[in-house]
C-alpha cells in the first residue's frame, strides 16, 4: 500500500471503529469490580501520558476521540517522566473511583506498586508504549521498537547500496539511558539490517535524545569521526539534533541522516532541498490511543482482547515525497484539534 493509500486507510479505519464503539453496552455500565458508582452512569476512564510533545499529545487525541465517540468520560494526566508525579496520579484516580487507567509507565519496576494497587482496587489497567514487569494489566499496545529500527535500517541499507557503493561508516545516538530495552531494540532492529553489507561499520554510538543534546553529541561526533557519511537516530528529538548537526558542521552534501519518529520539522526536513535526512519510520500514536480506549471497555465487558498488541510503523521517505505531503496533511488535521 502506497503512503497516500495508507492515509487514505487510516482515516476511514478511525471513522468505523468510533462508529463500531457506538454500538450498545459501549458506553454504560461501570464494569465489574468498579470501586465506586458514577453518578451519570457513565464509565469513567482516566488517560495519562508521558510527556507533552507532540507524540504523547497525538495519544491523547485518539483517547479523546475513542471516549467521545463510546460516550465515556475521559480524565487527562500528565507524568511528565516522574515518578512521584505518575504515584499522585494514580492515587487520585483510585480516590475518583475510575473505572480504569490508561498509561505509559514511567519506570518496567518503580511503576508496579502504585499500578497494582489500582488494579487490588479492582481498576482495569492498559499500559501503552512501556511495558511493566507484572501480568496483572488487561494489555500493553506500542508501536513495535524493533520494527521501528528495522523499517530505517532497510531504507538505509539501500541508500548505503545505492549512493555509496555498499560502504558506509555509521554513527546512532540512542537513548539507552532513558527506556535501554526500546532503545536497543530500536538501535538493534537498525543494525541487523545495514550490518548485511560487509562494508558498513559502526564507528559511533551515544546516548542524546533531545534536540540540544543531540546537536552537541552528533557534533562531536562528526568532529571526532570525520569519516562518518550516516547517521542514525532512535528518537524524535535525537533526529532532529542530528539533521542540524550535519547543517552546523557544515556537512550538507557528506553526511546522511536516518531516523525514528515523527513531528512537522521533520517532515520539513524530509521535503528539503539540503538532502540529510533520508527517512524516518514513524510511529502510530492516534491509533494506540484509539485501541487504549478500545481495550479498556472490552475489558470492563469481559471481552477478549489481543495482548500486547503491537503496532507497525509507517515509513516515510524522501523517496515519497507525496506520501510525506500527504502524511504532513493528515498530521495538521490531527494537531489542530489541540
Not at 131 to 141: E, L, R, V, Y
Not at 265 to 271: D, G
Not at 277 to 294: F, K, N, S
Request: with cysteine; net charge neutral; charged share 25%.
Amino acid at each position: 500500500m502506497t503512503q497516500r493509500g495508507y492515509v487514505q486507510c487510516l482515516a476511514w479505519t478511525l471513522a468505523l471503529a468510533a462508529g463500531a464503539m457506538l454500538l450498545p453496552g459501549c458506553g454504560s455500565g461501570g464494569g465489574a469490580g468498579a470501586p465506586a458508582a458514577k453518578k451519570s452512569g457513565r464509565i469513567r476512564l482516566a488517560g495519562i501520558i508521558f510527556q507533552e510533545d507532540d507524540f504523547y499529545r497525538l495519544v491523547q487525541f485518539g483517547m479523546r476521540d475513542a471516549a467521545k465517540a463510546a460516550d465515556v468520560e475521559l480524565l487527562e494526566g500528565a507524568s511528565g517522566n516522574k515518578l512521584d508525579k505518575e504515584i499522585d496520579l494514580i492515587n487520585t484516580y483510585i480516590a475518583r473511583g475510575v473505572d480504569a487507567i490508561l498509561v505509559p509507565p514511567v519506570s518496567r519496576k518503580g511503576s508496579v506498586a502504585a499500578l497494582k494497587q489500582a488494579h487490588d482496587k479492582g481498576i482495569t489497567l492498559i499500559v501503552h508504549n512501556t511495558p511493566i514487569d507484572a501480568d496483572f494489566a488487561a494489555a500493553h499496545i506500542e508501536c513495535s521498537p524493533a520494527d521501528l529500527g528495522e523499517q530505517t535500517g532497510k531504507a538505509a541499507r539501500k541508500y548505503i547500496e545505492e549512493k555509496l557503493g555498499g560502504k558506509a561508516k555509521i554513527a546512532i545516538l540512542a537513548f539507552k539511558s532513558q527506556l535501554s530495552e526500546q532503545s536497543d531494540a530500536r538501535t538493534g532492529g537498525f543494525k541487523k539490517e545495514v550490518m548485511q553489507l560487509p562494508g558498513v561499520e559502526v564507528v559511533a554510538e551515544q546516548d542524546a535524545w533531545l534536540p540540544e543534546l543531540a546537536v552537541s553529541k552528533a557534533g562531536d561526533i562528526l568532529t571526532a569521526h570525520p569519516e562518518v557519511d550516516v547517521i542514525y537516530a532512535a528518537n524524535e528529538g535525537g533526529t532532529i539534533g542530528s539533521v542540524l548537526a550535519v547543517k552546523n558542521a557544515g556537512k550538507t552534501g557528506k553526511v546522511v541522516v536516518f531516523g525514528t519518529d515523527v513531528n512537522e520539522q521533520l517532515l520539513t526536513f524530509l521535503l528539503s532541498p539540503d538532502n540529510i535526512l533520508q527517512a524516518i519510520t514513524a510511529q502510530r500514536p492516534v491509533e494506540v490511543g484509539r485501541l487504549a480506549v478500545e481495550y479498556a471497555l472490552k475489558a470492563l465487558r469481559k471481552e477478549p482482547i489481543e495482548t500486547p498488541k503491537y503496532l507497525k510503523g509507517i515509513l516515510l521517505s524522501r523517496t515519497d515525497p507525496e506520501g510525506v505531503k500527504d502524511y504532513e496533511k493528515q498530521l495538521k488535521q490531527w494537531m489542530s484539534k489541540g
